[in-house]
């Protein structure tokens, strides 16, 4: 009596077995294998999508903090100081054009959102350092 196996020992096994055959056989492991890649196109994805958010996000906050800075200083200039308007018109001018080339950006590999970011950022900190310049070389 002892020897005889009890059928749900028996079933258990059988699912054991089952799984372990899945684990050797090429189309499960192929299965498998897509799944897992899906899975990290759709993390890689949502990393991307991330990093756009954030760099839209920070480029929202310097954007505005150089908007306010420009708008005060021009508030303390002279009227008839043309060269210092022309230079703040100009500086919200590039100001705006970043927005705009942030918000129409489409994008369409990893490479190149790499490659467009490391642009941007170089790009806005110029501008950053612009406005500064400006401002602190013309403090009146």
Request: aromatic content about 6%; charged content about 35%.
């Amino acid at each position: 009596m002892n020897s005889i196996i009890s059928p749900r020992a028996s079933g258990e096994s059988d699912v054991v077995n089952s799984q372990k055959n899945r684990m050797h056989d090429p189309w499960y492991k192929a299965i498998e294998d897509r799944n897992n890649l899906i899975k990290a196109r759709e993390d890689q994805a949502h990393e991307l999508k991330v990093s756009v958010q954030h760099l839209k996000d920070e480029s929202l906050k310097i954007n505005n903090k150089n908007e306010r800075v420009l708008d005060e200083f021009r508030k303390m200039i002279s009227a008839s100081d043309d060269e210092l308007h022309a230079k703040t018109d100009e500086l919200i001018q590039k100001i705006s054009e970043m927005k705009n080339r942030l918000e129409e950006y489409r994008f369409e590999s990893k490479a190149k959102w790499i490659s467009f970011k490391c642009e941007y950022i170089h790009k806005m900190n110029e501008l950053e350092k612009a406005v500064s310049s400006l401002v602190v070389s013309n403090h009146i």
